[in-house]
């Protein structure tokens, strides 16, 4: 008699074990955000982030990342103003400014918008 054995690849012990893949930790795309996605302009991309809808400019970034070299060089740098010049409209940029706007100084904090704004490009498929 021959013995069947089946081998499983670490994917798959992983999963048996319970373990989450990394689209188990996206989030549903809300029936709002695809109604507004499917009327947004060719290369933008409408996200939320923190309950917050925002209309972020993709492909319009990265256009200028190709396009401009001083850009670019700013941008790898982290220079956050700089990006989100291009990346959301003057309405949107204040708009995720408040979502971490303390409410006694009324100021927004470096790492708290450092944050938000990894969340923004994460929401927008632009994250590592």
Same mark, same amino acid.
């Given at each position: 008699?021959?013995?069947?054995?089946?081998?499983?690849?670490?994917?798959?012990?992983?999963?048996?074990?319970?373990?989450?893949?990394?689209?188990?930790?996206?989030?549903?795309?809300?029936? #709002?955000? %695809?109604? !507004?996605?499917?009327?947004?302009?060719?290369?933008? @991309?409408?996200? =939320?982030?923190? *309950? &917050?809808? /925002? +209309?972020?400019?993709?492909?319009?970034?990265?256009?200028?990342?190709?396009?401009?070299?001083?850009?670019?060089?700013?941008?790898?740098?982290?220079?956050?103003?700089?990006?989100?010049?291009?990346?959301?409209?003057?309405?949107?940029?204040? #708009?995720? %400014?408040? !979502?971490?706007?303390?409410?006694?100084?009324?100021? @927004?904090?470096? =790492?708290?918008? *450092? &944050?938000? /704004? +990894?969340?923004?490009?994460?929401?927008?498929?632009?994250?590592?």
């Amino acid at each position: 008699m021959s013995e069947t054995t089946t081998t499983k690849t670490t994917a798959e012990k992983a999963k048996a074990a319970g373990a989450k893949s990394p689209g188990d930790k996206k989030k549903a795309t809300s029936a #709002k955000v %695809k109604a !507004l996605q499917a009327e947004a302009a060719k290369g933008d @991309v409408i996200v =939320e982030v923190r *309950g &917050e809808l /925002f +209309t972020v400019h993709v492909e319009k970034y990265q256009q200028r990342t190709v396009d401009d070299y001083e850009f670019m060089e700013m941008s790898l740098k982290g220079m956050l103003p700089v990006m989100l010049d291009e990346l959301l409209d003057s309405g949107d940029q204040e #708009k995720l %400014k408040d !979502l971490v706007r303390d409410k006694e100084t009324n100021r @927004v904090g470096t =790492e708290q918008m *450092g &944050e938000v /704004f +990894t969340e923004l490009m994460e929401a927008a498929g632009q994250g590592n």
